[in-house]
């Protein structure tokens, strides 16, 4: 069965910290790992792929298949990251319940 | 473009009523979905399409139908509505090839009572 663990409801941290949002995950073969991103007043929407390693508004994830893991991370938060994030697991993007950052200025 | 778009966006119901919600895209894509978000649950998948004509089941289909007659539209129908179908429905909408990228709506908040 797929599964995505998202343990944290609510993260806060202050401005220029680094920040990390867990995400674990649950299935049988390769996974395709995303992060999506849902900002105040706007519409949920891709924020990063495992598969394309890239770094996308200073966030990056790494698959970490031996520990199941695909946390996103940030070395400097800002206040325009404030957001709903959620990690999503394979094509038809099974969700992890959500992670609410908000950062303090 | 208009993106996907959805109707209402928002509506009260009565425990047995029927009713749809209407969700369209102007991208030309093949893949489209309903999700609802529930507190402490995140986004699950309802129903899903691959193409006009056809249609499948996602994770907690019970109680919905699903059509698509045309590429544009993906109606998404409550038979006879229960409370614990109050929640908030996202319809998204992707190309085939990259279903990982889905371009969601703005939401349909339902109550049923």
């Known amino acids: 069965a797929q599964r995505v663990t998202q343990p944290e409801k609510l993260l806060s941290v202050f401005k220029g910290a680094p920040v990390e949002l867990k995400c674990n995950y649950s299935y049988s073969g390769s996974p395709e790992l995303f992060w999506y991103v849902q900002y105040s007043r706007q519409r949920l929407q891709l924020l990063l792929r495992h598969i394309s390693r890239e770094s996308i508004k200073g966030f990056t994830a790494d698959l970490n298949k031996g520990e199941t893991s695909f946390h996103l991370k940030k070395p400097f938060a800002q206040e325009e990251d404030s957001a709903m994030y959620y990690c999503?697991?394979?094509?038809?993007?099974?969700f992890g319940t959500g992670t609410r950052l908000t950062v303090i200025p | 473009n208009a993106g996907v778009t959805q109707t209402p966006k928002f509506q009260v119901l009565k425990t047995g009523q029927s009713m749809t919600l209407q969700c369209a895209q102007d991208?030309?894509?093949?893949?489209m979905s309903w999700y609802r978000q529930d507190p402490g649950m995140g986004l699950r998948l309802i129903h899903y399409?691959?193409?006009?004509?056809?249609?499948d089941q996602g994770e907690v289909p019970n109680g919905y139908n699903v059509s698509r007659s045309t590429t544009e539209d993906f109606p998404l129908r409550l038979l006879s509505a229960a409370p614990s179908q109050t929640s908030v429905y996202f319809c998204?909408?992707?190309?085939?090839?990259?279903?990982?990228?889905?371009?969601f709506g703005p939401g349909t908040r339902l109550t049923v009572t």
């Open positions: 991208m030309n894509h093949e893949y």
């Open positions: 399409s691959v193409g006009a004509g056809i249609t």
């Open positions: 998204a909408s992707s190309y085939a090839d990259r279903r990982y990228e889905q371009y």
């Open positions: 999503a697991l394979s094509s038809n993007l099974f």
